[in-house]
Antibody
Framework: EVQLLESGGGLVQPGGSLRLSCEASGFTFKMYAMTWVRQAPGKGLEWVSNINGRGSETYYADSVKGRFRMSRDNAKNTVYLQMNTLRAEDTAIYYC???????????????WGQGTLVTVSS | DIQMTQSPSTLSASVGDRVTITCRASQSISNWLAWYQQKPGKAPNLLIYKASSLESGVPSRFSGSGSGTEFTLTISSLQPDDFATYYCQQYNDYPLTFGGGTKVEIK
């Protein structure tokens, strides 16, 4: 059974930093791309970032590019999201997710963590 | 960036109704579209991928169709467990993007 356990959320002041972690189990971690998706209170889903299995390629939403950095440690089965220069509009539940992929492409997200709440407020 | 537009934003329906949700992409995404269901306080759940492929374990009353820029999610006979919010997501190009969501409410 796939399990994704996020940690690191909390209250941070505007301009501050936070690092989210997501520990994965139940699948061959290094073989799968991983994704962060966020959801502001009462709002829809927003794709944030994605990293390939080797950790050599990362992609970001325009809203976080230059401020957030996604990385992974395949030896620890863990992905990270380093969030810098945080703004009030970054307040959201952050979900860690496993990409659904076949041998050639990824085509969705098939497993999600429970989410961790990040609140940016003074 | 590719913009995804869902309609309607809210839909009121009764148990047993046939329900259709539309998702339009601002440019062609071939069939690189996924649909998710989300219930309050829960993470989303993948229903459909590659526009029309049913994810394992998802009831067959859910179906997806379309290609290019216009896509639909159909629930053939709405069940009590289906009242939720539905999102489309394009997987054609980065940055990946979600539609704004469609909330299916009890009529």
């Amino acid at each position: 059974e796939v399990q994704l356990l996020e940690s690191g959320g909390g209250l941070v002041q505007p301009g501050g930093s936070l690092r989210l972690s997501c520990e994965a189990s139940g699948f061959t971690f290094k073989m799968y791309a991983m994704t962060w998706v966020r959801q502001a209170p009462g709002k829809g889903l927003e794709w944030v970032s994605n990293i390939n299995g080797r950790g050599s390629e990362t992609y970001y939403a325009d809203s976080v590019k230059g401020r957030f950095r996604m990385s992974r440690d395949n030896a620890k089965n863990t992905v990270y999201l380093q969030m810098n220069t945080l703004r009030a509009e970054d307040t959201a539940i952050y979900y860690c997710a496993k990409d659904a992929c076949d041998t050639a492409n990824c085509y969705g997200v098939d497993s999600w963590g429970q989410g961790t709440l990040v609140t940016v407020s003074s | 960036d590719i913009q995804m537009t869902q309609s309607p934003s809210t839909l009121s329906a009764s148990v047993g109704d046939r329900v259709t949700i539309t998702c339009r992409a601002s440019q062609s995404i071939s069939n690189w579209l996924a649909w998710y269901q989300q219930k309050p306080g829960k993470a989303p759940n993948l229903l459909i991928y590659k526009a029309s492929s049913l994810e394992s374990g998802v009831p067959s009353r859910f179906s997806g169709s379309g290609s290019g820029t216009e896509f639909t999610l159909t629930i053939s006979s709405l069940q009590p467990d289906d009242f939720a919010t539905y999102y489309c997501q394009q997987y054609n190009d980065y940055p990946l993007t979600f539609g704004g969501g469609t909330k299916v409410e009890i009529k």
